[in-house]
């Protein structure tokens, strides 16, 4: 066969076929008029070797694989030098991802301490009228499982996008492989403004400031406990957000749902306060798209953070998906 079907059928660039030719690791016929003739072995040998590469195995680095093959062996791996090579990708491999993960670290402690340096946390005291929403009154309601967030646990997220407070459009959708950490609030206070009218009494409502600050301090530890992202989401703006995340010396980005798009497309439990209507706290954990996991109700909202990063520590990821249940 011509160069361009070997290509074809191996699902690689003709430039690519003529490169392994010239390291040797396939070696075509030729026809009378001076034309390379490749077979079957070479269509084998050609898939062998990009199916390694795709590994991260250098082309350079797959002769012992294809050796094998054309020794008689029924798989490429087959041989002990192909084992001793795969042995020498995967140390590589190791090395790379320690190294990866000392400067992940490195980079984590250098963003929280940039931005506690800069945060601008207004005192309880400076206020002025007298409200600390760092501190939970201890006389408030506990919220009751309703069962509105029973049918969200292996739930697919819709392909709803928001915009973050670095803003960026962020497709909830897309999030990725890893576990993303959504926790769902209300809305969190702000000094010099007041509060609904009757906030402390409504179960589940008082708490979003200590909860944020919560994932704030434990942002480094749910990372390294497999979160790949955490947002915080709720229904106000993405001005109102931002001075969130300026005052609390926040690491992490916070998104806005004022349309409340989310609650509509999952059927989140909402509730009404002053005319508006608000989120009920909940947390989600997703991957791969789908709702892995639900935390509802969240109470106390100061030491949730600490309870998703449990829920981390005693659920790693082992490869496969994960079951999906909800508390």
């Not at 309870?307 to 999906?324: F, I, M």
Request: net charge negative; charged share 25%; proline share 7%.
């Amino acid at each position: 066969m011509k160069i361009s079907e070997l290509a074809r059928r191996a699902d690689v660039t003709t430039k690519a076929v003529r490169y392994y030719e010239s390291l040797g690791l396939i070696t075509p016929g030729r026809l009378a008029n001076g034309y390379r003739d490749y077979d079957e072995d070479d269509v084998r040998l050609v898939r062998e070797i990009r199916a390694l590469h795709r590994l991260g195995i250098p082309v350079e680095r797959t002769r012992p694989f294809l050796e094998c093959l054309a020794a008689g062996s029924a798989y490429a791996d087959d041989c002990p030098a192909s084992l001793a090579t795969y042995r020498e990708a995967v140390d590589e491999l190791t090395e790379r991802i320690e190294a990866l993960t000392a400067r992940r670290t490195t980079l984590i402690a250098n963003l929280n301490a940039a931005a506690r340096r800069g945060s601008a946390v207004v005192p309880p005291a400076a206020h002025g009228d007298g409200e600390d929403y760092l501190t939970l009154p201890a006389d408030l309601p506990t919220p009751e499982d309703d069962g509105a967030a029973d049918h969200l646990a292996g739930t697919a997220m819709p392909a709803l996008t928001l915009l973050d407070t670095a803003g960026r459009a962020i497709r909830l959708d897309a999030l990725g492989p890893r576990r993303t950490v959504v926790y769902v609030y209300p809305l969190t206070g702000r000094p010099g403004t007041d509060l609904p009218e009757g906030w402390n009494s409504i179960p589940g409502a008082r708490g979003c400031t200590p909860e944020t600050c919560g994932f704030r301090d434990h942002f480094q530890d749910l990372l390294e406990a497999g979160a790949g992202r955490v947002y915080g989401l709720s229904s106000q703006d993405c001005g109102y957000q931002n001075e969130v995340v300026e005052r609390l010396g926040l690491p992490f980005d916070m998104l806005s749902d004022p349309a409340l798009g989310l609650a509509g497309n999952l059927g989140l439990p909402t509730f009404e306060a002053d005319g508006m209507r608000l989120f009920k706290r909940l947390t989600l954990v997703v991957r791969d798209g789908v709702i892995e996991h639900v935390f509802y109700p969240v109470f106390p909202p100061n030491a949730h953070a600490e309870q998703v990063l449990s829920w981390l520590r005693e659920n790693p990821l082992r490869g496969g998906a994960a079951t999906a249940h909800s508390d």
